[in-house]
């Protein structure tokens, strides 16, 4: 049973509805420790001073920011404090849009918001207004000290809540240097083609299809050793550099492989 994070309300015009936050997803990375090997004893690290090479005790610790190589500019508790925004438990919502004005690379990490007591009614108006009227909700709200722009969607019968970068976080595509000028060009041909396959693999999105075959393969691999089994690496597969490809020939080429995989 997942445990509520953060506890709060929702607030939109005079309207107040209070509710709880739970994680909407669960990071299952295969996480490992470091030992030393001659003895599976725990590898530990300790802080050590570059200037004078000795362990510094946390008392002689601070925190800074560098503004120049070599140049720092310490920033003290107190003074992160006084800029700390303020601790409120509330998510006041600014504006409604239409959730395909926000591009995906601005969600950062998603919540569910539930309704806490005496919020159902409200909760549920606010839901079904919102699927009504196919927009989302913007607003603000402090986690951890930290103020993050939100979104609010129906989501089923619960609203989830995603944080958002603000704009200055997000890379803009002009920055990238790597892309194609306006002299690259695709043909008419190599188009209509190229939307034909992609027509042919479309398909409604169903998540249970996919799963992480790395973790599911390395798991394996972690209970076979565990077990006392020797297990043997795999040859690494050579490298083969690509060879020159017919655009248009590969396109149709994939087609009909999708047509006979879907047929299949």
């Known amino acids: 049973m997942p445990r509520a994070i953060w506890t709060g309300s929702i607030s939109f015009g005079l309207v107040n509805v209070p509710v709880k936050m739970y994680t909407a997803a669960r990071s299952k990375d295969v996480r490992f420790n470091q030992i030393h090997i001659t003895d599976g004893a725990r590898i530990?690290?300790?802080?050590?001073?570059?200037?004078?090479?000795?362990?510094?005790?946390?008392?002689?610790?601070?925190?800074?920011y560098e503004i120049r190589s070599g140049e720092y500019v310490v920033i003290t508790d107190e003074e992160l404090a006084a800029l700390a925004p303020e601790m409120t438990t509330g998510i006041e919502i600014e504006e409604f849009v239409d959730l395909s004005e926000i591009d995906p690379v601005y969600f950062e990490h998603s919540y569910y918001l539930v309704p806490d007591k005496g919020g159902q009614k409200a909760y549920v108006l606010l839901r079904q207004?919102?699927?009504?009227?196919?927009?989302?909700?913007l607003g603000r709200v402090v986690l951890r000290g930290k103020q993050y722009l939100t979104a609010i969607r129906p989501m089923g019968k619960a609203l989830a809540m995603a944080t958002l970068y603000y704009p200055d976080e997000v890379v803009p595509v002009e920055e990238l240097e790597e892309l194609p000028g306006e002299d690259v060009k695709a043909s008419e041909r190599e188009v209509a083609v190229a939307a034909q396959l992609?027509?042919?693999?479309?398909?409604?999105?169903?998540?249970?299809?996919?799963?992480?075959?790395?973790?599911?393969?390395?798991?394996r691999l972690i209970e076979e050793k565990a077990e006392g089994k020797?297990?043997?690496?795999?040859?690494e597969?050579?490298?083969?550099?690509?060879?020159?490809v017919d655009l248009l020939k590969a396109l149709e080429e994939s087609i009909a492989l999708a047509k006979a995989k879907r047929s299949a």
């Open 44 to 64: 530990q690290y300790r802080k050590f001073c570059s200037a004078e090479d000795r362990e510094v005790p946390s008392e002689e610790i601070a925190r800074a």
């Open 230 to 235: 020797t297990v043997a690496a795999p040859a």
């Open 198 to 219: 992609v027509e042919t693999l479309s398909a409604p999105f169903d998540p249970s299809k996919y799963r992480d075959e790395y973790r599911e393969a390395l798991m």
């Open 237 to 244: 597969r050579p490298r083969e550099a690509p060879a020159p």
């Open 129 to 137: 207004a919102m699927a009504a009227a196919n927009r989302v909700a």
